[in-house]
């Protein structure tokens, strides 16, 4: 009997585990935690449903002496069979008014956002293929100290 509830945990785990995920993320270390402006992180990513919508994040860690309440970043986006890039300049808040950081994790002084680069709104890829998504940060000060990690998160909107 033991046998039996064994070997059906065992394929439950392996049918599951082999679902596919609605979510892409990735996320790039930055070198000694100072971002300089000519490292441009770039995330590949691959849409097969083109009829779904999508939320399109920035995640970042940094740590607590990080000296701004936002960052200002030039995001490249290369659609699939595309040589060309589009480029959209955007302020990503990080932290309220009287300082506080808006991270949704922290731990002891490492600070992690989830900031949304679609606000209230959806992306809709109306293409199959692979896409390309490049990061710049733009901020008046080179390098730009105390950042730890950036990347993509792309969840399916599921209805």
């Avoid at 950042?147 to 993509?152: D, F, N, P, Q």
Wanted: net charge positive; aromatic share 12%.
């Amino acid at each position: 009997m033991k046998t039996i509830l064994y070997s059906i945990l065992f394929f439950s785990i392996i049918f599951t585990s082999c679902v596919p995920s609605n979510v892409f993320e990735k996320n790039v270390t930055i070198p000694n935690c100072k971002w300089k402006s000519e490292f441009k992180p770039t995330y590949d990513f691959e849409i097969t449903d083109t009829a779904s919508d999508y939320s399109l994040f920035l995640t970042m860690r940094h740590t607590d002496a990080y000296q701004f309440a936002n960052i200002w970043l030039n995001i490249y986006t290369r659609m699939p069979n595309e040589k060309e890039s589009t480029s959209m300049r955007i302020e990503v808040p990080l932290a309220q008014e009287n300082g506080k950081w808006l991270a949704r994790k922290s731990m002891n002084e490492i600070y992690e956002h989830k900031a949304s680069l679609t606000g209230s709104g959806a992306v809709h890829f109306t293409k199959r293929g692979i896409y390309s998504i490049q990061l710049e940060q733009i901020m008046r000060v080179n390098p730009l100290k105390d950042v730890m990690s950036i990347g993509i998160r792309l969840e399916k909107i599921v209805k």
